[in-house]
């Protein structure tokens, strides 16, 4: 009998905000790959039986490359095993999740995705910062500060854009570069921008500041990796609405 492989979006950081859906099905495994991304309380729910094999991914640098993860997915599978991919966040959200379920649908397994609390959502919950709000933003706009070839070439002119809210994920490295570009193409020097630094977890960090000087708070408080950007008036409500003392 073949397997099947279940894509689990593990949310951005703290286990209650597992889904009851995620937590059932990880809890029923028999092999577990999960990413960096994934914290120490969601691997701990792991059954001690399964097979838990960590796959890495810290940017630019693959512990496992995603042509042999897609691979160990397809043979798990084939050995009839109840197979978890557990992802930090949501999968379809800068998580590949698209590219890992490409590859079984050619090798015909059968799996489902399992969506996740995605960073922007857990981490504007957790900072204080509505992504919309009828009096600042209208819209809300993911994007990725970090392309597939390294540069930060986003479609700046849409980018800037009044009554929008801007989240950037993966934009600590290009920072000083983004924040340049969007003032270039015409984003209000004053507009407040929020760094969230390990969101949702009882390491998180929040840094406000507006988008010429938010690069250099970054540097001054050395902002690490998983860090989220937020842009936009809706950041001004930010030390109004928090609420979470990690
Ligand atoms: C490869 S993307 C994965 C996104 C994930 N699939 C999701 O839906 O949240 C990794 C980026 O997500 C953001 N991120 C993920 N978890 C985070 C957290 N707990 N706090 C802040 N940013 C986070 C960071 O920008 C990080 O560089």
Redesign the pocket.
Known sequence: MSGKVYLVGGG??DPELLTLKAHRILTQADVVLYDR?VGDQIVALIPDNAEALYVGKAKSKHSLPQEDINKLLCEKAAEGKCVVRL?????F???RGGEEIEELVDAGVEFEVIPGV??AA??AAYAGIPLTHRDYAQSVRFVTGHLKDGSTDLPWNELVHPAQTLVI???LTGLAETAEKLVAHGMNKDIPVAV??????LSQRVFTSNICEINQVVIENEVK????LIIGDVVKLQTRLSWFKP
């Open positions: 951005p950081g991304l992802k930090g966040g949501d999968p959200i800068f998580g995605t960073a857990g981490c994920y993966m934009g969230v630094e390990k969101g949702t977890t990796s998983p860090s989220l």
